[in-house]
């Protein structure tokens, strides 16, 4: 063999494992990005179940704030979820205990609106809680994929009236 068939195969033989490398890097990445999103799903749906249940069961909401919602539970026990944007964190507490639902979220907010909607069926906001009955909630969490968010967010937003 000669030097320049070594020099020859060197150089295809580099190429062709820079780009399996590079294919590798991005299966990678993708496998990451879907593992997230998957995640951030199931945390989403899981912390949604749970105040949808919790709220529609609720006697009235007693306070509000775009952050914080307070309501009166059938036994007079307050149920609080509360967005810490410093922590990224909603923070469901009931009577004495505390839970985190939802870690990681860049967004969340509330709002109230009466029940009866318009022509349109989008609803009357109010600013006093005692009419409140219809929270709406939305939030974004979104994670880090090599120190960087690329596409990792999950958006969640629904509407929920208390049964009362």
């Known amino acids: 063999m000669t030097l320049v068939e070594i020099m020859i195969t ?11 490398m590079s294919l590798w890097l991005y299966s990678a990445r993708s496998f990451v990005a879907m593992g997230n999103y998957a995640d951030l ?10 105040m949808s249940r919790e709220i529609r069961s ?3 909401l007693s306070s509000y704030s775009s952050n ?5 539970d059938y036994d007079n026990t307050p149920l609080v979820y509360r967005y810490a944007p410093d922590s990224r964190q909603l923070i469901r507490r009931k009577g004495t205990t505390s839970q985190v639902l939802l ?12 029940r009866n909607p318009s022509n349109n069926f989008t609803f009357y906001p109010t600013a006093v809680p005692s009419q409140a009955k219809l929270i709406d909630v939305s939030w974004r969490c979104s994670r880090e994929i090599l120190g960087a968010k690329v ?7 629904a509407k929920i009236v208390i049964r009362n």
Do not use: K, P
């Open 10 to 20: 060197t150089a295809v033989g580099s190429i062709v494992l820079a780009a399996v």
């Open 41 to 50: 799903d199931r945390v989403s749906r899981n912390a949604l179940d749970q």
């Open 58 to 60: 609720t006697r009235s």
């Open 68 to 72: 914080e919602v307070q309501f009166v």
């Open 103 to 114: 870690q990681q979220c860049d967004f969340l907010a509330f709002h109230i609106s009466q």
């Open 151 to 157: 596409n990792t967010e999950s958006v969640q937003t």
